[in-house]
């Protein structure tokens, strides 16, 4: 069966630290992926996607995140936190051509201390 | 983009009873979906709601359970029926919009919780 995996459930990190948070997927064929972000007491939110073309994807605020095929990931990253992304974050995934459904991952709730 | 207000935003009901939840869009989409977020899950797609016909269900979720209305392009409803603890969870509305496909909005979710 499909899956998406978030390797971190909790993570904790300093102001200016870098962030990798890990997505993985469990199907080869075609996918489109994405990253979500839910602040405190705010909506999800689209963070970044990636359908096609240049693996290396730009989103908001400064996260980017890369596509892996050959390892079926999607990490998302950041080079140095703010207090402000203070979130939990979502990798989902669309299985194109098997129901054509988002499954979502668990989520990593992320506390950055100031 | 699209704006999405639910309501309630959130309600503690009895077992056994049961609570309709509201979507409201600022735009009109043609498709939106109903997910549940279960303390420390992920969010689960409960069913897709099209306008004009009935509601897709995925596999777990049943329409006597969950029944759904989409009686207009901007409105659907959740219900859910003879509630029993379990159904404790955020219920969650968003759309595809702007064009851009399996893009999703968000609403701002229903917590319930069920004594």
């Known amino acids: 069966a499909q899956s998406v995996s978030q390797h971190n459930h909790h993570v904790i990190l300093s102001e200016a630290a870098s962030l990798e948070l890990g997505c993985n997927y469990s199907?080869?064929?075609?996918?489109?992926l994405f990253w979500y972000v839910q602040y405190p007491g705010q909506h999800l939110q689209l963070l970044l996607k990636?359908?096609?073309?240049?693996?290396l994807v730009k989103g908001i605020k400064g996260f980017e995140a890369e596509f892996i095929k050959s390892k079926f990931s999607f990490n998302l990253r950041k080079p140095s936190v703010q207090w402000s992304d203070t979130a939990e974050y979502f990798c989902?995934?669309?299985?194109?051509?098997?129901?054509?459904?988002?499954?979502f991952g668990k989520g990593t709730r992320l506390h950055i201390l100031p | 983009s699209a704006v999405i207000s639910q309501k309630p935003s959130r309600d503690i009901c009895q077992r056994g009873t049961s609570l309709t939840i509201q979507c409201q869009v600022d735009?009109?989409?043609?498709?939106m979906f109903w997910y549940r977020q279960q303390p420390g899950q992920s969010l689960t797609l409960i069913a897709t709601a099209n306008q004009g016909s009935e509601a897709t269900y995925e596999s777990g979720f049943v329409i006597d359970k969950f029944p759904i209305s989409r009686p207009n392009l901007t409105f659907s409803t959740l219900t859910v029926s003879n509630m029993s603890p379990e159904d404790s969870s955020i219920y969650l509305c968003?759309?595809?919009?702007?064009?851009?496909?399996?893009?999703?909005?968000f609403g701002p979710g229903t917590r319930l919780t069920v004594l």
């Open positions: 199907y080869g064929g075609t996918v489109n």
């Open positions: 990636y359908f096609s073309g240049d693996p």
């Open positions: 989902a995934v669309n299985y194109k051509g098997r129901d054509d459904k988002i499954i």
């Open positions: 735009s009109q989409v043609t498709m």
């Open positions: 968003s759309v595809e919009a702007g064009g851009a496909k399996d893009t999703q909005y």
